[in-house]
């Protein structure tokens, strides 16, 4: 419950207050790529130990793999808003930003999706091990539910995002054009 918390209040702070305290787009998506960075990071340092004690010799290998595509999972969430935050940067940058307020919904649709994926993950350590379909039928199908959804928000949010950068790109070339 605790590490929930922890992610909870890592991830969704920065984000908040770049919203209130930055006009640009383009430091919601770094400071979110912060957030999930230093998660990572800080789960990384202080639950190595942990899970190389896990217990049974049995589990050890499965959790490690666990935890290492958990970790893996993270940095990836890092390295999308990294580059969405670069292309936003450069789109404000040359003065191609046309739909701010559709900029910002799409960041924290994608966000909330990135966050539910990691928030089902975090959901399912909650459960005693082993993890298995056969021990908790329930609680697996509402991991998948929960992943199959956030990876379906994500991509919308996504596609949305590049469709907006494309769209302000063509209509500020088209500007300069009849310019």
Known sequence: MLLTLTFLFVVVTPPLIAHFRHPAK???????A?????????KKFIA??????????EHGASFA?????????????????????????????LGAMYFPSLTKLSFWLLHLGQATSIGSFLALTILPSPRRYIDHPVAIDSFLMAQAASFY????????????????CARHLRKRVSA
């Open 34 to 42: 912060v957030g999930y960075g230093c998660f990572a990071i800080g």
């Open 153 to 168: 928000l994500s991509c919308v949010a996504a596609l949305s995002l590049l469709g907006l950068v494309i769209l302000s």
């Open 48 to 57: 190595f130990p942990t899970e190389l004690s896990f217990g049974l010799p």
């Open 65 to 93: 793999l666990y935890s290492l595509g958990y970790n893996l999972t993270l940095m990836q969430i890092v390295n999308v808003m990294l580059l969405c935050g670069a292309v936003i940067w450069f789109q404000e940058r």
């Open 26 to 32: 383009a430091m919601l998506f770094m400071s979110a």
